[in-house]
């Protein structure tokens, strides 16, 4: 089954990408696909390198996108997924509908360089820094797949990265930690509620293709795998969407809960972390309940006031990135904590050890 379903795959992105075909050819092994150096050594598994078939940059990063209004957004519809990103009063929207096509989204706002970075396969999407060694660079798509899972490349050293084990797996940054950036996974139809002023990624990319449509088929929804994993766990169904906290290099994953809003505290190697559920927003976020200066809040989920969202014990009140909006602590941010929503079978594949 696996070799027909990467058979039907190799196909499907072949006819995708056809109208931009890149110069690289599909390679049988990873050694086409890097240069000598980085191929030299892997801090993963090289025989589980496996070329994803569109070859490098086959599938386009996206730089210097367009952003429009949530009103001009009519490619999507309330039940598509968004990333979101907040720098201050600036509140953007990457939808997951471009990203399913791009899967990396080069982007600058005021105070940030982010590389939007989404994998369609694991259906994980996180944002990382763009600074490397000082130096400003964007990140593209190699082609090649661990555990199903994007590896970007960064375009200033060539090195490889792996998206959920947050690191250089390859090449001269190997071993180096991504700096990450939250993002806020939820539907387009809460993200209009909670953001209706803000910007939106536009589907006039300059690229070819049909945002209206999912391009990999019943592949969200059926419990196939294209590619194999290293590790399987049956607990819940492999695309189930669950929210995963990696914490060195240890993970925990949250599922959703039958009830509009709930709020879930819990210890994970030493980080005290409040969850916040919301089934019916499709929303699900995690902060450090510890301050920056030590103290330890408590907290109970805020109803009918996205994007406000939790309450603490001082009587402030936080939105959905961690913002003090309301209280003696306006202004103030919650800790992060590095996480991502996605299918269950691809934490589980990373991290067999995974917390519940």
């Known amino acids: 089954m696996i070799t027909k379903m990467k058979t039907i795959y190799i196909l499907l992105v072949a006819s995708i990408f056809a109208l931009m075909a890149c ?15 980085n191929n030299a050594e892997w801090l993963i598994p090289s025989a589980e390198v496996r070329d994803g078939g569109p070859g490098k940059d086959g599938i386009p990063a996206l730089i210097n996108q367009q952003f429009i209004k949530v009103s001009e957004a009519t490619f999507l519809s309330d039940d598509d997924l968004v990333l979101g990103f907040a720098d201050g009063v600036d509140v953007r929207a990457y939808p997951h509908s471009i990203l399913d096509w791009h899967e990396i989204i080069n982007d600058d706002t005021k105070n940030h360089s982010i590389a939007v970075i989404y994998c369609p396969l694991t259906g994980t999407g996180i944002g990382w820094d763009r600074m490397i060694n000082g130096t400003q660079t964007t990140f593209g798509v190699s082609g090649l797949l661990y555990n199903s899972n994007i590896i970007p490349y960064d375009r200033s050293t060539g090195s490889n990265w792996s998206q959920l084990l947050l690191k ?21 139809k809460t993200w209009k509620e909670m953001y209706p002023n803000s910007k939106v990624v536009s589907s006039s990319t300059g690229f070819n293709r049909n945002y209206r449509k999912y391009p990999y088929g019943n592949y969200k929804t059926s419990t196939n795998l294209i ?9 819940y169904h492999e695309k189930e969407r669950v929210l995963c906290v990696i ?36 929303l699900m976020v995690a902060f450090n309940s510890v301050l920056a200066d030590g103290t330890e809040l408590s907290f109970q989920s805020v109803e009918n006031e996205f994007p406000v969202i939790l309450a603490d014990n001082e009587g402030n009140k936080w939105d959905v990135f961690g913002r003090a909006v309301d209280g ?22 990373f991290y067999p050890e995974i917390s519940i």
């Open 23 to 37: 110069n690289d050819e599909i390679s049988e092994n990873i050694d086409d696909q890097n240069d000598t150096e």
């Open 168 to 188: 250089s797996v390859n090449g001269k940054q190997k071993g180096e930690k991504a700096k990450t950036y939250n993002l806020v996974e939820t539907t387009w």
């Open 227 to 235: 590619f194999p994993v290293s590790n399987k766990n049956n607990k």
């Open 247 to 282: 914490i060195e290099e240890k993970a925990i994953a949250f599922t959703f809960n039958n009830t509009s809003s709930q709020v879930e505290e819990r210890t994970f190697i030493g980080k005290k972390l409040v969850v916040y559920k919301n089934i019916n927003a499709n």
């Open 328 to 349: 003696p602590r306006t202004g103030q941010k919650l800790q992060t904590v590095p996480q991502m929503m996605g299918y269950w079978f691809s934490f589980a594949a």
